[in-house]
T-cell receptor, first 115, second 113 residues
Framework: DTEVTQTPKHLVMGMTNKKSLKCEQH?????MYWYKQKAKKPPELMFVYSYEKLSINESVPSRFSPECPNSSLLNLHLHALQPEDSALYLC??????????????FGSGTQLSVL | AQSVTQPDIHITVSEGASLELRCNYSYGATPYLFWYVQSPGQGLQLLLK??????LVQGIKGFEAEFKRSQSSFNLRKPSVHWSDAAEYFCAAASGGYQKVTFGIGTKLQVIP
């Protein structure tokens, strides 16, 4: 299994809603990532988890809250989002962090629309 | 500041024609270099990567890239494009001790019959 699975594929939410994005991998990877990709823009790193601990937060607003319950799962909890947060949210994993040679495996993303 | 530049936002080629997508980087030292491809509504897939050694790197799907230190470039090439190659292509770079990859703005490839 060389897949990173993200659910849901599409999500529409209001600015007062609370929702969660989920990401799962069963490749035994110990590093997991959240990226945000706006339309016609490159992916931008949000968070990195290494061995289930948050190792990088790229100054992301607190309305985005990541969680890594175990080595296979990564969640992104969303609360009080703004319309400008509408984007494709990509999850990725790699065998470990700290070694740039590691290949990133990406999920197909969750397309989020905030109304 | 570290950056990756892809000067062509959109490229159209005929099926069977050769392809070259340009990428330039600006880093203090030679970074690790990657090319990723993204089909519509999908995540990114790694085509190839360069860390050191041979400056001509072979990747998947018949793609190759050449690292030129003097030009700070890492251009992607394919001798004969197939319709299924239509996608967005991202050049990326990373340096330092962790996997912080910086992506270029992307080049959208359109393939016409």
């Amino acid at each position: 299994d060389t897949e990173v699975t993200q659910t849901p594929k599409h999500l529409v939410m209001g600015m007062t809603n609370k929702k969660s994005l989920k990401c799962e991998q069963h490749m035994g990877h110990r590093a997991m990532y959240w990226y945000k990709q706006k339309a016609k823009k490159p992916p931008e790193l949000m968070f990195v988890y290494s061995y289930e601990k948050l190792s990088i937060n790229e100054s992301v607003p607190s309305r985005f809250s990541p969680e890594c319950p175990n080595s296979s799962l990564l969640n992104l909890h969303l609360h009080a989002l703004q319309p400008e947060d509408s984007a494709l949210y990509l999850c990725a994993s790699s065998q470990s962090v700290g070694r740039v040679t590691e290949k990133l495996f990406f999920g197909s993303g969750t397309q989020l629309s905030v109304l | 500041a570290q950056s990756v530049t892809q000067p062509d936002i959109h490229i159209t080629v005929s099926e069977g024609a050769s392809l070259e997508l340009r990428c330039n980087y600006s880093y203090g030292a030679t970074p690790y270099l990657f090319w990723y491809v993204q089909s519509p509504g999908q995540g990114l897939q790694l085509l190839l990567k360069y860390f050191s050694g041979d400056t001509l790197v072979q990747g998947i799907k018949g793609f190759e890239a050449e690292f030129k230190r003097s030009q700070s470039s890492f251009n992607l090439r394919k001798p004969s494009v197939h319709w299924s190659d239509a996608a967005e292509y991202f050049c990326a770079a990373a340096s330092g001790g962790y996997q912080k990859v910086t992506f270029g703005i992307g080049t959208k490839l359109q393939v016409i019959p």
